[in-house]
């Protein structure tokens, strides 16, 4: 399986940005994709996850109201779309994707796949 993610950028506090995350060979494997943040200095984080089949969705608390994650069943792609964003919103944020969970997973270890980060960046 393999991840590309895009869509990150530097927006002013309240604003908005939409990143995806396209997945390729051997989609059928994926259980549950999610995103994952990573800010300076603190360790991996995650944000939120979607069901691969039934679109069963999850996110942190402190993202709840304003990220919302998607999937795209023609494109293959997960997106999450991320409003009022903060500067504690600032990270590189990851796309992961699971093929051996089968439940709601939160810790970095449930997923063997993994994007490459895209920077996100909120100034106040």
């Known amino acids: 399986v393999q991840l590309q993610a895009s869509g990150g950028g530097v927006v002013q506090a309240g604003g908005s940005l939409r990143l995806s995350c396209a997945a390729s060979?051997?989609?059928?494997?994926?259980?549950?994709m999610a995103w994952f943040r990573q800010a300076p200095g603190k360790e991996r984080e995650f944000v939120s996850t979607?069901?691969?089949?039934?679109?069963?969705?999850y996110y942190t608390d402190s993202v709840k109201g304003r990220f919302t994650i998607s999937r795209d069943n023609a494109k293959n792609t997960v997106n999450l779309e991320m409003n009022n964003l903060t500067p504690e919103d600032t990270a590189v944020y990851y796309c992961?994707?699971?093929?051996?969970?089968?439940?709601?997973?939160?810790?970095?270890?449930?997923?063997?796949?993994w994007g490459q980060g895209t920077q996100v960046t909120v100034s106040s």
């Open positions: 992961a994707a699971s093929t051996t969970t089968n439940w709601i997973e939160s810790h970095v270890g449930a997923y063997d796949y």
């Open positions: 060979g051997g989609t059928s494997r994926i259980h549950w």
């Open positions: 979607i069901n691969w089949s039934a679109r069963a969705t």
